[in-house]
Structures are given as C-alpha cells and as structure tokens.
C-alpha cells in the first residue's frame, strides 16, 4: 500500500478556516458576554484553547485579527477612492462616508472593542495604531491638495473618529444618518484654515 501524499495546500485551506472560524466566534463572543475569554471563543469555535493560542498567541492579537477582519468587511478599501477625486471637496465626502458606514456597520462590535482597550489598562494597543493610519490618511488627502496644516489634521481626527461620530449618532440614529452632519463640520474647520 502506498502511502497518501502529504497535501499542503489542503492543510493550508484548513488551518485559514479554523482560523477565520476562531475569528468569527470571538466577534460573537464580543457581542454576547460581557466577559470576553479565549476559552470562551474556543468552545464557540468548537476548538481547544491551545488551537486559539497556537493561531493567535494571546487576546490582544486575536482582537487585532477580529478588527483586521471588520476593516476587510467593512468597505476601507474606498479609502484609495479619495485620493482619486478630482479636489478636496469630492475627497471628503468619500472619507466621512467611508468610516462613518464603517462605523454603522460594525457599531457594536466597536463599541465592545474600545471598552476592552479601555479597560485592558495599556493592552490592546492596536487602536492607537488604527487611529495613527487614520490621521496618516487624512494627513496625506489634505496635503495632496496643499493644505499640509496640522491643525486642521487634528481636528479632522476628532472629527472622524468613532467615539465622536457615535456619540453625535446617539442612541436613535447611526453613523451613517449622521454624514451630513459630519460632512458639514469637516468642511467648516478645512475651510476655516483656508
């Protein structure tokens, strides 16, 4: 009898769905306890704890995967759409509503990720490098069209970020019935420094 070729490709294929399956159980683990565990997210994924922590390592990076995979979710990929508009007053718009679907999208998810940050006393600390993109990003968009003012960046930052855009939407509404609001304030601080 000979034996069964090794198939590398299939191990492969297995090892990206338990992963996206580990994934998909800690982001309904975020939504349904108020404790977030890796054991938890292991008997949701119907794995062993070892599995989680053999393709994960630790929390913080398999939260970093669970927000990973809501950006890939969560139409980011229009950001480039921005840098293609024809002037600032058709990028902005692209911008707000890029991150204010996001938001829409994945509101409570979020919400759960920035109370573990926040609690988490210094963990997690993928969030402040989302939040640095996100200011590379509207940093880069104001300076391609000659607006390279720090201050407006700032602002702009606050402006966009999910704790204002939330905040704003409140309880009836969502990120995305805000835009125009957003939109408005946007374009009132890049026209003030203008």
């Not at 979710?73 to 707000?96: C, Y």
Request: some cysteine; aromatic content about 6%; overall charge neutral.
């Amino acid at each position: 009898m000979t034996p069964r070729p090794y198939d590398l490709g299939l191990r492969a294929r297995a090892m990206d769905e338990r992963r996206a399956r580990i994934i998909a159980a800690a982001r309904q683990e975020l939504l349904a306890s108020p404790r977030f565990t890796l054991e938890a997210v292991a008997e949701r994924a119907a794995v062993s704890r070892v599995t989680v922590y053999a393709q994960f390592g630790d929390r913080d990076t398999l939260l970093e995967a669970v927000y990973d995979d809501l950006g890939a979710s969560g139409a980011l990929d229009r950001i480039p759409g921005a840098f293609a508009a024809s002037d600032l007053a058709r990028a902005l718009p692209i911008i707000v509503e890029v991150f204010c679907h996001f938001y829409t999208v994945h509101r409570e998810v979020i919400r759960r990720l920035n109370a573990l940050r926040v609690l988490g006393a210094g963990e997690f600390a993928g969030q402040a490098g989302r939040n640095e993109r996100r200011r590379e990003i509207l940093g880069a968009l104001l300076s391609r069209w000659g607006r390279d003012d720090g201050g407006v960046v700032d602002t702009l930052q606050a402006l966009t970020s999910f704790a204002f855009v939330d905040e704003l939407a409140g309880r009836k509404s969502t990120p995305d019935d805000v835009i125009g609001e957003v939109l408005k304030l946007v374009s009132s601080a890049v026209a003030e420094r203008s």
